[in-house]
Every structure is written in C-alpha cells, then in structure tokens.
C-alpha cells in the first residue's frame, strides 16, 4: 500500500475509532445508570463499572475519561505502526485494523442494545 493510500486511511480510522468510543462510553454511561437504576447496581457485568458507578458520578466520569485518553493514545501508537510497516505488510495491518474496529463497533451496539433492553425488559440479552 503506498503512503498516500495510509495517509488517506487513518483519518477515516480517527472518525471510526471516535464513533466506538461514543458508543462504548458515553452511550454506555448513560444506559449503565438507567439500567443499573431499574435492575439495582449489584446486577452490572463489569466490576469496574460496578465499582465507579457505586464511587459516585466524579469517579464513574473519571474512569470513563481516563479510558478515552488510554485508548486515543493506544490507538494513536497503532496508526504510527502501520506508517512504519513496509510493503505489502502495510495491507495485512491495515485490514486487521478494520476488522479489529469493526469488532469493537459491534461489541458498542450490543452493549447498547443489551443495556437498552436491560432498562426496558428488566433482563439481560446475554
């Protein structure tokens, strides 16, 4: 894959990651209180989510926010990688980081459709 075609690529890879973020945290913080508030805390999967929530709403932002930054600056070493990777393994990063996005996306909008159905249905989708 030439430079330009990276370089065309990541921006689209910035606006992708930035949707799963949206998705995986602000969209879930905010389906995390309902569903916590219409099935009670003690039923929440992630311990730490658990955790931060019962902490109070500084600390629950804070944990999300730090999660952002961890993950923008992970991702951001992983976009310097496939500018560094030579040809043709350049592609084979480049597809991996799709798929790896398109993994996370759908990992987003189950999260969303299981914790919407949590607030809805009183019951988890998994």
Partial sequence: MAA???????P???????????LLVTVDMI??????????????ANPIMRWSVASGPVVFAAVNLLTVVV????????????????????????????????????AGLLVFANNLYVVFHGQSLL
């Fill in 4 to 10: 330009a075609d990276v370089d065309a690529r990541v």
């Fill in 12 to 22: 689209e890879y910035w606006d992708w990651i930035a949707v799963v973020l949206f």
């Fill in 31 to 44: 389906t995390t209180v309902y569903a916590a508030r219409t099935v009670g805390l003690a039923n929440e």
């Fill in 71 to 106: 993950v923008a600056g992970l991702f951001d070493r992983v976009v310097q990688a496939l500018h560094r990777t030579p040809e043709p393994y350049d592609r084979y990063l480049a597809a991996a980081i799709e798929a790896w996005l398109g993994g996370l996306l759908a």
